[in-house]
């Protein structure tokens, strides 16, 4: 669940549940753009979106934030590598896109990575063809074994932050899992994270430390 710290003119602080922004008589962008931005912990605001894309310090959204503290402490090369991002979320996808592209020598450093961003749109064939080149696949769009191992090229990394609930066969009960066949993979990925216990434990780090930044107005 996600939470965002909206400012009141009185400078209380409250936490809004952003599962109640999916309601069709609220605007999400309008209640996102209704946080102080050295508020927003989640990233959300306009200003933290665009200084995002500016390659200049912000509050970056958690997840995408997850993401690419993952590949840095692991080691993961991305200059000049090849990248898929499966999902175009304003909140995921597209933040975790402009970390991975953008220029490592701006404010905000970025992978110097070469991008490719599929969504629910893009044939799974021509899906297929993209992976099979990547030398790191980042998947977050919400379906369940939707990268397979004949889609994995040997030694990439897989980083998977998808979230779904499937029926088990075997215990008759619901389960988490994400979006890449995470058995088969396996045995072709040079990298690989599990879920659950993958990016969601990182997200909330990641949360924290805005948090953090924000607390001790380290970037406004």
Aim: aromatic share 4%; glycine share 8%.
């Amino acid at each position: 669940m996600q939470m965002l710290s909206y400012s009141c003119p009185d400078r209380a602080e409250i936490l809004i549940n952003k599962w109640s922004l999916c309601r069709d008589h609220v605007d999400e962008r309008t209640i996102c753009n209704g946080i102080a931005p050295e508020k927003d912990v989640d990233g959300f605001h306009i200003i933290n979106i665009g200084r995002l894309c500016l390659d200049q310090h912000s509050l970056i959204p958690a997840t995408a934030s997850a993401v690419w503290e993952i590949i840095k402490r692991t080691g993961i090369q991305t200059f000049g590598k090849n990248v898929v991002v499966a999902g175009r979320s304003k909140n995921v996808g597209m933040p975790i896109a402009m970390l991975l592209h953008t220029d490592g020598e701006h404010e905000r450093p970025g992978g110097d990575a070469t991008v490719t961003i599929a969504h629910r749109y893009t044939p799974k064939e021509q899906l297929k063809i993209h992976t099979q080149l990547a030398d790191i696949i980042i998947v977050a769009a919400g379906i369940p074994k939707l990268i397979t191992s004949d889609m994995v090229k040997e030694g990439a990394a897989v980083i998977d932050v998808g979230i779904n609930y499937v029926h088990d066969p075997v215990t008759g009960k619901t389960k988490l899992v994400g979006d890449v066949d995470f058995e088969a993979v396996k045995k072709k990925a040079g990298f690989i994270t599990p879920v659950p216990g993958g990016v969601g434990p990182m997200t909330v780090a990641m949360l924290l430390k805005n948090t953090l930044l924000a607390a001790k107005k380290i970037i406004y």
